[in-house]
């Protein structure tokens, strides 16, 4: 499959017949998402593993040799999104606490590539598309010499207006830093502003860092649309 999104030469417009609203994209998107729940559902957790095995090996190859020829260094690259009837301290209260759960279909509902998200022995596992690659890693180093990094990033925004953070590596099994993450939140008169800072090795292909920068725009707006949800 290309990586290039589809150009749509041809205009198809919903004339009359289905109730309600929405359109043909709308119509599509939920029963794709009701799809892939099927899927993930009938499958499990350990299920997907096996099944993208030899898709995590080759992706997490990918991650350890773009880490290896960096040299300990990483190129940034930040999404901006905007929310509006929910507090930046009410979305980290879901988050935290989905993240903290036993229940793992919050956080892949968020986006067609979350394979695996949950809590494991060494941290966070993450099991999710890095560009086209299929890897599995780790979050975590949360309050540790480890994160000192995210105290001098370049991407580090001001306290007064961004007052709640959250930095983690991304590491694999072996323990090889492959990524970084530092996220900011601040609250609006109507809500928030999130930034999403994602670090990768800097010989990763730029192309890889955009989609994860599409990545972020995805899963954090079905995240943010989720927390709202439970506050209704």
């Known amino acids: 499959m290309s990586e290039n999104l589809p150009s749509t030469p041809v205009t198809v417009t919903l ?7 929405g359109s043909i994209d709308d119509f599509e998107l939920f029963y794709a998402r009701r799809a892939l729940d099927r899927f993930r559902t009938l499958l499990g957790r350990q299920g997907l593993l096996d099944l993208l095995a030899a898709d995590m090996e ?9 880490a290896l020829t960096s040299d300990g260094e990483f190129q940034a690259g930040t999404t901006v999104l905007t929310a509006r009837g929910l507090t930046s ?15 793992e279909r919050p956080l892949l509902a968020a986006h067609p590539e979350h394979y695996v998200m949950g809590p494991d022995d060494i941290g966070a596992r993450v099991v999710e598309n890095i560009g086209p690659h299929v890897c599995s890693f780790y979050m975590g180093g949360w309050g540790t010499a480890a994160m000192a990094w995210a105290d001098d990033a370049d991407e580090l925004l001001p306290e007064s207006e961004y007052p709640r953070k959250k930095s983690s ?24 502003t999130a930034n999403l800072t994602v670090y990768l090795p800097t010989t990763c292909p ?12 995805v899963e954090f707006r079905n995240w943010i649309v989720a927390a709202s949800e439970t506050q209704a």
């Open 206 to 217: 730029k192309n890889v860092l955009d989609h994860h920068l599409r990545h972020y725009a």
């Open 15 to 21: 004339e009359s017949g289905p109730t309600g609203g």
């Open 169 to 192: 590596n991304l590491f694999l099994e072996d323990g090889t830093v492959v990524g970084r993450a530092l996220i900011q939140f601040g609250d609006t008169a109507g809500g928030f």
């Open 58 to 66: 080759e992706g997490n190859a990918f991650l350890r040799e773009c």
């Open 89 to 103: 301290g009410e979305f980290l209260d879901w988050m935290d606490g989905a993240f903290a759960g036993d229940d």
